[in-house]
C-alpha cells in the first residue's frame, strides 16, 4: 500500500493511529479527514499584524519605547493585545517593505556599539586617598538592595554639559543642564541634590571636573557621603550610569553642538519626567517612579507594623 501510494510506510502507521476511531480502533477515511480538518483550524495561527497594531506600535515607538519594552509592560499590565517583540518587529518590517519609515523610530536602528573593557594601564587623572577606591564599597551599595546610592557622570554637547545621575535600586534618572564642566558648577548642582537628604553615596569616575574642585570642597562633599571613584579607564564600573547616558543619546546626539541657554534647564527637566516614566526591563518593565512609590509603601507598612508591635508591648 506504501509503494502503491508513494509513501513511506511509516506514513501510514501514524496515519492510522492518529484518526483511527476512539471507540472500535478502525481506520474510517472520511472521519480522518474531518479530524484532520478540525486541527488545522486549532493550529491556524489569527495574525497580529493588522493595520490596528501597528498604529498601537507607531505610538509607543514615538513615546521612544524599544519593541521588548513595549511586549514587556503589555504583558506586566495585561490590556489590550499583547505582542511578542518578535511580532512588533514584523510589523515593523513589513511597514518597511512598503515603503513606510517606522523603522527610523527604532532606538538604535542597528548600530553596534562596542567598548573596549581591557583598561589603560598607568594611573588615573584624578588622585584618590584610601577609602574611596570602588573595591572599598560596602555589600550594602553593590548588591543594590536599597535607594540612596547613586552613580554620576557628564555628558557634553559643544557648549552645554549635562550633569545625569541614576540611582542604582530605583533607575531615578537625575538630569542638570550647565553651562561648562567647572567644578564649582558641578559641586552646587550636587548640593542641591543633597538637600532632598536622600542620597547616601555617589558613584563617579576620575574625571577632570573632580580635580578641579578645592580639596575642601571634596572633603565637605565626603563629609555629608560617601564618594567612591571608579578605577583609572573602566568607566563601565558604573554601568548604570553608562547605560542610561546611552538612551539619553537619543536626544542630545553625540557630536551635535548644542549653544548654551536657559531653555536647556527645562529641557533637561522635561526629559528626566519622561525617563523616570519610562519602563524599563531591569525593572521588570516596570518604571523609576513605580519603583520608588513601591519602595516607600513597603518602607511605611514596616514602620506600622514596629509602631503596632511597640503598642501591642506596652499594654501587655
Same mark, same amino acid.
Given at each position: ?8 510506510? !511509516?506514513?501510514?502507521?501514524?496515519? @492510522?493511529?492518529?484518526?483511527? !476511531? ?15 480538518? =478540525? ?5 491556524? #495561527? ?19 519605547? =524599544? ?73 550594602? *551599595? ?6 540612596? +546610592? @547613586?552613580? *554620576? ?48 553615596? @555617589? ?30 579607564? +573602566? !568607566? ?34 522635561? @526629559? ?13 518593565? #516596570? ?30
Amino acid at each position: 500500500m506504501a509503494d502503491d501510494l508513494g509513501v513511506h510506510f !511509516s506514513t501510514l502507521y501514524r496515519e @492510522i493511529r492518529r484518526n483511527r !476511531s476512539a471507540d472500535d480502533g478502525e481506520y474510517d477515511s472520511f472521519q480522518a479527514q474531518e479530524k484532520a480538518q =478540525s486541527r488545522k483550524e486549532i493550529a491556524r #495561527r489569527v495574525s497580529l499584524c493588522t493595520p490596528e497594531n501597528e498604529i498601537l506600535v507607531m505610538k509607543q515607538l514615538e513615546a521612544d519605547l =524599544s519593541p521588548d519594552v513595549m511586549a514587556g509592560r503589555a504583558k506586566l499590565k495585561g490590556k489590550g493585545p499583547t505582542l511578542s517583540s518578535s511580532t512588533i518587529y514584523k510589523l515593523i518590517e513589513k511597514n518597511r517593505n512598503r515603503g513606510g519609515k517606522m523603522y527610523r523610530k527604532l532606538p538604535r536602528q542597528g548600530r553596534k556599539y562596542r567598548r573596549n573593557r581591557t583598561g589603560v594601564p598607568g594611573k588615573g587623572k584624578l588622585k584618590v586617598r584610601q577609602g574611596q577606591e570602588l573595591e572599598e564599597r560596602p555589600p550594602g *551599595i553593590n548588591d543594590r538592595s536599597e535607594p540612596g +546610592h @547613586i552613580e *554620576i557622570d557628564l555628558m557634553f554637547s559643544g557648549e552645554t554639559v549635562w550633569l545625569t545621575s541614576v540611582d542604582r535600586f530605583t533607575r531615578k534618572l537625575r538630569l542638570v543642564a550647565l553651562p561648562g564642566k567647572e567644578g564649582a558648577p558641578i559641586a552646587e548642582a550636587v548640593y542641591s541634590w543633597l538637600e532632598s537628604g536622600d542620597i547616601r553615596s @555617589i558613584t563617579t569616575d576620575r574625571g577632570l571636573e573632580w580635580s578641579d574642585l578645592n580639596p575642601w570642597v571634596l572633603d565637605l562633599l565626603k563629609s555629608k557621603l560617601n564618594l567612591y571613584f571608579c578605577r583609572p579607564y +573602566h !568607566s563601565w564600573e558604573k554601568g548604570s550610569i553608562e547605560n542610561l547616558n546611552r538612551l539619553l543619546r537619543r536626544y542630545f546626539p553625540k557630536g551635535k553642538n548644542l549653544p548654551w541657554s536657559e531653555n536647556n534647564r527645562e529641557e533637561a527637566q522635561r @526629559i528626566e519626567e519622561m525617563m523616570n516614566r519610562r519602563p524599563r526591563r531591569i525593572l521588570g518593565y #516596570r518604571t523609576p517612579e513605580e519603583v520608588e512609590k513601591e519602595w516607600n509603601l513597603t518602607r511605611r507598612r514596616a514602620a506600622w507594623r514596629e509602631t503596632m508591635a511597640g503598642e501591642a508591648v506596652k499594654a501587655a
